[in-house]
């Protein structure tokens, strides 16, 4: 299973920015969908998640600024972010937990390689 991010970037604060991420790959359902991000010296941190079923969960910091949704055609989540502050600087990784065709059953707990938000004062 691989996981392709994009649409990280500089923006000013106040701004918006979509991230995607696209699963691929031996998958036979997404159980659950998500964004985290991680900060230079602090630890990685929820951003949100979104369930098969619709449930979501936000982090404290960005709720009702970020909202997360996904393509189930496409295997793709999103994170649309407004209002960014300079405190949303971060990497962001995306996350699934999938259900494999092969070894058909399986769960998989996989991390895409990251995107760089920037947000300026």
């Known amino acids: 299973v691989q996981l392709q991010a994009s649409g990280g970037g500089l923006v000013q604060a106040g701004g918006s920015l979509r991230l995607s991420c696209a699963a691929s790959?031996?998958?036979?359902?997404?159980?659950?969908m998500g964004w985290y991000r991680q900060a230079p010296g602090k630890q990685r941190e929820l951003v949100a998640v979104l369930s098969s079923g619709g449930s979501t969960n936000y982090g404290d910091s960005v709720k009702g600024r970020f909202t997360i949704s996904r393509d189930n055609a496409k295997n793709t989540v999103y994170l649309q972010m407004n209002s960014l502050k300079p405190e949303d600087t971060a990497v962001y990784l995306c996350?699934?937990?999938?259900?494999?065709?092969?070894?058909?059953?399986?769960?998989?707990?996989?991390w895409g390689q990251g995107t760089q938000v920037t947000v300026s004062s």
């Open positions: 790959g031996s998958i036979f359902s997404i159980n659950t």
């Open positions: 996350n699934v937990l999938v259900t494999t065709t092969q070894p058909m059953g399986a769960l998989l707990d996989r």
